[in-house]
Nanobody
Framework: VQLQASGGGLVQAGGSLRLSCTYS????????MGWYRQAPGKEREFVAA????????YYVDSVKGRFTISRDNTKKTVYLQMNSLKPEDTVVYYC?????????????WGQGTLVTVSS
């Protein structure tokens, strides 16, 4: 299984970015995809997850109302639309695949993509 994340970059506070993560390889019967993020010296933090078939979603409280997770079945891609970005959102974001969206635990991980929000 391979996960390829992209979409990170530099944005001003209040701006928006959309992260993408495409998976390839093994096909899962039932699974979820999600995003974590990690700041230097800190533990990885769950951000959002989506169940692939029923599209149930779950978010950490700090991003509710600002971030939206969605998926494109045909492209095997999950997106994280991030609006109203804050400087504290400046971290590396990782996508993952796991068995369920809540609680979401990643079994396979992609490489990180850095999001930098300037104040």
């Amino acid at each position: 299984v391979q996960l390829q994340a992209s979409g990170g970059g530099l944005v001003q506070a209040g701006g928006s970015l959309r992260l993408s993560c495409t998976y390839s390889g093994r096909t899962f019967g039932s699974y979820a995809m999600g995003w974590y993020r990690q700041a230097p010296g800190k533990e990885r933090e769950f951000v959002a997850a989506i169940q692939w078939s029923e599209a149930g979603t779950y978010y950490v409280d700090s991003v509710k109302g600002r971030f939206t997770i969605s998926r494109d079945n045909t492209k095997k891609t999950v997106y994280l639309q991030m609006n109203s970005l804050k400087p504290e959102d400046t971290v590396v974001y990782y996508c993952a695949i796991g068995p369920r969206y809540y609680p979401f635990v990643g079994d396979y991980w992609g490489q990180g993509t850095l999001v930098t929000v300037s104040s």
